[in-house]
């Protein structure tokens, strides 16, 4: 699916409305990451590294499934991230060894989005923060019916070079889950305390959320790996 559907793609689409998309919701991301220098920082799905190489501070790290988004990550960070591969589900780092996590626009590509926040809590020191993106997948499916009504939707939506698809439903084949906002603001609940919400790009068109997401207790300093 990373092959057919390249996320890196989306940051360099041909279409400057999905580009503005993205940027904003990375801006966001790093807006509410709050890094000192000793901090270690976890993207988890990072993809081609395209949100944490905006970060300059910190101890930084990504993990993802895929071992070719993983090379395309090596070249654009240039050493700067430590990148592992793993599965969210189960990653392969001890407890409480991170005070952030970010985890965007990954969580509805998974079997199970419950055991990757679960992995989260384990993984962050105790007060801890995550920073999560989710679709509005309700939304955009709407807007995409009324563009493929105006049989303008493969016009806007085609990308230029290697990946040219982007499918009519996230849902047929590359999103797993398509809840509500109330069903995951619930779901995460029952691991965090949900500190704060941004809609992204704009107040009143929610194509992405991001979610302010933080543990508590009290910190402690074990080895990461």
Same mark, same amino acid.
């Given at each position: !699916?990373?092959?057919?559907?390249?996320?890196?793609?989306?940051?360099?689409? #041909?279409?400057?409305?999905?580009?503005?998309?993205?940027?904003?919701?990375?801006?966001?991301?790093?807006? %509410?990451?709050?890094?000192?220098?000793?901090?270690?920082?976890? @993207?988890?799905?990072?993809?081609?590294?395209?949100?944490?190489?905006? /970060?300059? #501070?910190?101890?930084?790290?990504?993990?993802?499934?895929?071992? #070719?988004?993983?090379?395309?990550?090596?070249?654009?960070?240039?050493?700067?991230?430590?990148?592992?591969?793993?599965?969210?589900?189960?990653?392969?780092? /001890? =407890?409480?060894?991170? !005070?952030?996590?970010?985890?965007?626009?990954?969580?509805?590509?998974?079997?199970?989005?419950? @055991?990757?926040?679960? @992995?989260?809590?384990?993984?962050?020191?105790?007060?801890?923060?995550?920073?999560? #993106?989710?679709?509005?997948?309700?939304?955009?499916?709407?807007?995409?019916?009324? %563009?493929?009504?105006?049989?303008?939707?493969?016009?806007?939506?085609?990308?230029?070079?290697?990946?040219? @698809?982007?499918?009519? /439903? !996230?849902?047929?084949?590359?999103?797993?889950?398509?809840?509500?906002?109330? =069903?995951?603001? =619930?779901?995460?609940?029952?691991?965090?305390?949900?500190?704060?919400?941004?809609?992204?790009?704009?107040?009143? %068109?929610?194509?992405?959320?991001?979610?302010?997401?933080?543990?508590?207790?009290?910190?402690?300093?074990?080895?990461?790996?």
């Amino acid at each position: !699916m990373v092959q057919k559907y390249d996320p890196d793609a989306f940051h360099h689409h #041909s279409n400057p409305f999905v580009r503005f998309v993205e940027r904003r919701r990375v801006k966001a991301i790093i807006k %509410l990451i709050d890094i000192q220098k000793k901090n270690r920082v976890l @993207e988890i799905g990072c993809g081609a590294g395209n949100v944490i190489e905006k /970060k300059r #501070s910190g101890k930084l790290f990504g993990v993802d499934i895929s071992p #070719s988004i993983l090379t395309k990550a090596k070249h654009k960070l240039n050493n700067r991230v430590d990148l592992f591969q793993g599965d969210a589900q189960v990653l392969p780092c /001890k =407890d409480e060894v991170f !005070m952030q996590v970010i985890c965007s626009e990954v969580l509805e590509h998974l079997l199970s989005p419950s @055991e990757a926040l679960k @992995e989260m809590v384990r993984i962050l020191e105790p007060k801890g923060r995550a920073i999560v #993106s989710i679709p509005n997948e309700q939304l955009i499916n709407r807007i995409k019916r009324v %563009l493929i009504r105006l049989r303008i939707f493969h016009w806007l939506m085609t990308r230029r070079g290697e990946y040219q @698809e982007m499918p009519e /439903k !996230m849902q047929d084949e590359w999103h797993l889950h398509t809840y509500p906002l109330k =069903d995951w603001l =619930d779901l995460f609940k029952r691991f965090f305390s949900v500190v704060r919400l941004k809609k992204i790009p704009f107040f009143w %068109l929610p194509l992405r959320y991001v979610v302010q997401l933080e543990k508590q207790g009290r910190p402690s300093g074990r080895p990461i790996f």
